[in-house]
């Protein structure tokens, strides 16, 4: 009896060989910030000037009785945004973050307010003890609901059946605005507006059971307002990441290439190294290539990304596809580092007028 194989099932078959052929670590790594701050600047106060000034209240009221329940939200997930910056700013180690208990006023609107006076920073630093201050001005959400059918497949009995199923989205966007002031001069250090957006879907017999199914607003707004205060936190200050590296467990069945592979799973990284480096010469070019791809992997996890770089270099002219990719992310690394090390800089103590 012949067997025709399609190509979609080769191709699957021989990913789940080559799957079965590696396995994955994870490094934690200190991630840039987008911007860089001065190095002066330790400590930060975190503030929300989302509600209306007496200018705005009026423009705001008239908007309350119009959308009265997503001005609501609006608030709350003007909360949830700053105590999403305060808690991931608390986790790098680049800067020191301080709350205070009051509020500035702004718009209550998707409008950026007036910068704040010079006067008014440099009292809320020295009073509190810090070097700048990062302020939510502006907060504004939109949601909408969206349904559609689906045509599905299902087997009853041995026999192919087709049935419909009704499919709702609830979409919420948000628009966060931030500006971060420099204690010392008052200037504005960044000023940015961000679109936040989710999704939520659920499916059901029919469009009113799927649209009751789906995440309530109350929840999704909030949850939309807090991703947009952990995204701005990882702007302006270094933040830790998992990073996923993918090694080859085995070599044609080499019993040194495996002994390396049980110490790297012991996080023995130094071990596994020094039974993966003699085998990178191999006169059988395919182990050389995976213990060269190897070797970059455990170089990277002991933090020589310089070391990593030249491996993977030197199985890439072996012709390794993998470590051909992986030249690319290391040389990021490399560039991130670099900018890590700027951000990263204490300052000196004559700069802090110690």
């Not at 699957?12 to 994870?26: D, F, K, N, W």
Request: aromatic share 8%; net charge positive; with cysteine.
């Amino acid at each position: 009896m012949k067997r025709i194989f399609s190509l979609a099932s080769i191709f699957s078959l021989v990913l789940l060989l080559c799957t079965a052929c590696t396995r994955t670590i994870h490094i934690q790594a200190l991630r840039p910030a987008a911007v860089t701050l001065p190095s002066d600047i330790e400590t930060i106060i975190v503030i929300n000037r989302y509600k209306p000034d007496d200018r705005h209240k009026f423009k705001n009221f008239i908007e309350g009785l119009l959308t009265g329940e997503r001005i609501r939200l609006d608030r709350i997930a003007a909360d949830m945004a700053v105590n999403s910056v305060v808690k991931k700013l608390s986790e790098s180690p680049r800067v020191i973050v301080k709350t205070v208990p009051f509020e500035l006023q702004g718009t209550g609107t998707w409008e950026f307010p007036q910068p704040l006076s010079v006067d008014v920073i440099k009292q809320i630093t020295q009073e509190h003890k810090a070097d700048a201050i990062v302020c939510l001005e502006v907060m504004d959400s939109n949601s909408w609901i969206r349904t559609h059918e689906e045509r599905r497949k299902r087997t009853v009995n041995g026999q192919q059946q087709e049935y419909v199923v009704s499919v709702a989205t609830r979409w919420v966007s948000i628009d966060a605005g931030w500006r971060v002031y420099d204690g010392k001069t008052g200037s504005v250090l960044d000023e940015h507006r961000m679109h936040e957006e989710m999704s939520w879907s659920s499916e059901a017999a029919d469009p009113k059971t799927a649209v009751s199914q789906l995440m309530p607003m109350d929840r999704a707004v909030p949850d939309v307002g807090a991703a947009a205060g952990w995204d701005y936190a990882t702007r302006i200050a270094p933040s830790w990441i998992w990073l996923t590296r993918e090694y080859y467990s085995r070599a044609k069945k080499n019993p040194q290439f495996r002994q390396g592979v049980v110490e790297a799973q012991a996080n023995h990284w130094r071990e596994a190294a020094n039974k993966w480096r003699p085998l990178t010469d191999n006169p059988d070019k395919k182990i050389a290539k995976r213990a060269c791809l190897n070797m970059a992997v455990a170089c990277e996890v002991e933090g020589n990304l310089e070391a990593a770089l030249s491996w993977a270099k030197k199985g890439a002219a072996m012709g390794s596809a993998k470590c051909s990719n992986y030249i690319y992310t290391l040389l990021e690394r490399i560039e991130d580092e670099k900018r890590l090390q700027i951000q990263m800089q204490k300052p000196n103590k004559e700069d802090k007028g110690e």
